[in-house]
């Protein structure tokens, strides 16, 4: 599909941009990294030039390369681009949009692993409030945030909020 794209539309067309998209998503879930990287920074490069620098289909971009920069290791890489796909979708959909909520838990889920525990916190608060006020106190979504922040609870040493966040994310769960 991407050498049809490439030899019809021409190699820095938006429909190569999404199927070179694609393919990373692949690569990503086959582990190639580096593969999926490559292929991650061309979509953005494509969509980049052809839409500029706001545009949803660069947050996709930036969102899956900060996944893969996540999966190898380069925290800091991670929180860049989380940070960036975030200040694109909050003007697309507002600041309390369920996909915000998904973003949010990306970004703290980095800041857990690079140590800042606060912030990641703040993310996980934030990312809980969106999808409470969406979509109920018993969703999935929710049992993830909750469990998050059981996650970042325990790591600044409060063993009783984590426990009562893992208790609540696990009645969720078996709901």
Do not use: C, W
Request: aromatic share 4%; charged share 20%; proline share 5%.
């Amino acid at each position: 599909a991407l050498a049809i794209a490439e030899a019809v539309f021409g190699p820095d067309h938006p429909n190569v941009g999404i199927r070179v998209n694609n393919l990373g998503l692949v690569l990503q879930t086959l582990g190639d990294y580096a593969g999926a990287k490559a292929a991650f920074e061309r979509a953005l490069a494509i969509d980049e030039a052809v839409f500029g620098p706001d545009h949803p289909n660069v947050g996709r971009d930036v969102n899956n390369l900060g996944m893969v920069l996540n999966a190898l290791g380069d925290h800091v890489g991670a929180k860049a681009a989380y940070e960036r796909v975030l200040a694109i979708i909050e003007k697309v959909s507002g600041p309390d949009h369920p996909n915000i909520a998904t973003l949010v838990n990306n970004l703290g889920s980095v800041l857990h692993d690079l140590g800042d525990h606060t912030g990641a916190k703040a993310a996980y608060d934030r990312a809980l409030a969106i999808d409470e006020a969406v979509f109920g106190p018993d969703h999935p979504n929710v049992g993830r945030d909750v469990n998050n922040l059981g996650m970042v609870l325990n790591a600044l040493g409060d063993h009783a909020g984590a426990k009562a966040a893992f208790e609540r994310a696990l009645a969720i769960d078996e709901a």
